[in-house]
């Protein structure tokens, strides 16, 4: 097996070709978390479950693949990248075929639990073999392709799942990644180096169950805190008692870090050796908190609001998608010739600007058309934020610790994200609330007076499934074409309301993190 040293030269004989191996297998984890979520309808009918079970099938993985990544990243700097990537692809393909089979529920929770471990074996093997191969003048161009590869995934994933769905059906949507995993684990072997670093690392297991108690804790309790109205789960265990756990694990995580006197799971010198690494997680950190709940936000308005098909809100992102592609690779380049400093900054920045252009622009009645321009400066700007990002997040991070890294920044990541979905959720959910009752009142006087009160209800009871009222059973049918008629538009404005100050909610925070980008250190 061969050994890590920070050259100047690749460690690799076709480190471009390596690269699209490694990114494939990253590909398709990203793409079925998007496919899945498009199916949830059809789950819910073909495995006769209830709506909050198939949410735990979706969630499932994301908690096990958030709370994995700082184990499994440092197990590559142990056993070798391509070890863990091979384990990983595996246990995902198997997986992959284990929910197309299922038939329950059960089954299909279980089999999702073993994808979020297959993806988190996966995901920093990535990320350390771009440093293992890549010299560092040429890291910004391989972030880049990595970056373009993987923002392809949100939007294929609808317009692929809306197909399979439509035409194979939803054990298809899990079948798809086993020919696809088999060439990649093959060519992996084929074409990947054995790499790990020379020196022998030895496992920190009580700083495994630390870590994955605390983070367990964490993501769970965001994860699950909307749902139990961020109260009581059972008897005396609440999501405030769990996140507390959780946090009070962390905290002793650390302190075991610094006390132990063997070989820590997350070391110390990453965040001094590192020259941007914990900026870069910071920054990474409230991007993340900032961005993820766009996509959320905006195809509940194209779906909902605007009464497009999965298939129609996927074509209508695509440019987005393409334009994010694009941007990851010109930013891969820019930040070798110039640094991925100023890059993020702008990125950042142009970002912002491009959020900022879609609360003016979307409207109850905005066309596909008037969006466009928003959506191509939120998908170029958000190409050329997610390179730089990794760039100056691992920019002199020893290559021995390369796993770590890799871990630690897509853990914080991670929790940045689940944090932002519950985040702006609720900022989303009272917004919904308090416009919908105001454009209910306002339109209830269309309707005869014995309606009015029930339509206000309707209206408001709608807001917490993000769908408009319907209209009670037995009206006569000028009444039921008022009532739906005026639901719909109440529901349509109030949610184009609460999704601007959800928009400029993010646009806050997209703004903190340009303006942390001049705490890391000029290279």
Not at 76 to 99: K, M, N
Not at 177 to 188: H, M, R, S, Y
Not at 288 to 307: C, D, E, F, K, P
Request: aromatic share 8%; glycine share 12%.
């Amino acid at each position: 097996m061969s050994a890590l040293n920070p050259v100047e030269s690749p460690s690799a004989k076709r480190p471009w070709l390596v690269l699209c191996v490694l990114c494939t297998g990253f590909f398709m984890s990203l793409l079925d978390g998007t496919i899945v979520n498009i199916a949830i309808p059809t789950l819910i009918t073909d495995l006769h479950t209830s709506y909050d079970e198939v949410l735990w099938i979706v969630d499932a993985y994301l908690l096990v693949f958030s709370v994995l990544l700082v184990t499994t990243g440092r197990l590559g700097d142990r056993f070798g990248y391509r070890r863990l990537f091979l384990i990983g692809i595996s246990a995902f393909t198997v997986a992959s075929a284990l929910c197309g089979l299922s038939d329950s529920p059960g089954q299909l929770l279980a089999a999702r639990v073993l994808q979020g471990v297959g993806g988190a074996m996966l995901f920093p093997q990535v990320i350390a073999s771009i440093l293992a191969i890549f010299p560092p003048r040429q890291r910004g161009r391989a972030f880049g392709v990595f970056g373009a590869i993987a923002g392809f995934a949100p939007i294929v994933g609808p317009i692929g799942g809306g197909f399979i769905l439509a035409h194979l059906g939803r054990r298809w949507i899990f079948f798809i990644n086993v020919p696809i995993g088999v060439l990649t684990a093959l060519l992996a072997l084929a074409f990947v180096p054995a790499l790990r670093p020379a020196r022998t690392h030895k496992l920190d297991l009580v700083g495994v169950a630390l870590a994955t108690a605390g983070l367990s804790g964490i993501v769970f309790g965001l994860i699950e805190g909307e749902r139990y109205d961020w109260g009581t789960i059972t008897g005396p265990i609440g999501i405030t008692s769990i996140l507390l756990a959780g946090a009070l694990l962390l905290v002793l995580f650390v302190v075991w870090q610094r006390v132990q006197r063997g070989e820590p799971l997350v070391p110390l010198e990453l965040f001094t050796s590192g020259r941007g690494f914990p900026a870069g997680n910071a920054i990474g950190f409230v991007f993340q908190l900032g961005m993820i709940g766009i996509s959320l936000v905006l195809v509940v308005y194209l779906q909902t609001a605007r009464g497009y098909s999965p298939l129609q809100t996927g074509l209508v992102l695509l440019p987005n998608a393409v334009l994010t592609a694009i941007g990851s690779a010109l930013a891969g380049r820019l930040s070798d010739k110039i640094g991925g400093r100023l890059v993020l900054l702008a990125g950042l920045a142009t970002l912002a600007l491009g959020l900022g252009v879609l609360v003016v622009t979307a409207r109850a009645d905005s066309s596909a058309w008037q969006l466009l321009p928003g959506l191509l400066i939120i998908g170029l700007a958000g190409g050329a934020t997610f390179v730089p990002l990794q760039h100056v997040t691992l920019e002199g991070v020893d290559p021995r610790l390369a796993g770590a890294a890799s871990g630690v920044s897509g853990t914080t990541r991670q929790v940045g994200g689940v944090l932002g979905t519950a985040v702006l959720g609720a900022v989303l959910s009272t917004s919904l609330s308090s416009a919908l009752r105001h454009e209910a009142e306002e339109r209830a006087g269309r309707l005869p007076a014995g309606l009015r009160s029930q339509f206000v209800e309707a209206t408001m009871a709608g807001g917490h499934q993000f769908s408009p009222p319907a209209a009670p059973r037995g009206l006569p049918p000028v009444d039921t074409a008022l009532f739906v008629r005026a639901g719909h538009e109440a529901f349509t404005a109030g949610y184009v309301s609460a999704m601007h100050v959800t928009l400029l909610a993010s646009t806050a925070l997209l703004v903190l993190a340009a303006l942390l980008c001049f705490t890391l250190r000029k290279p």
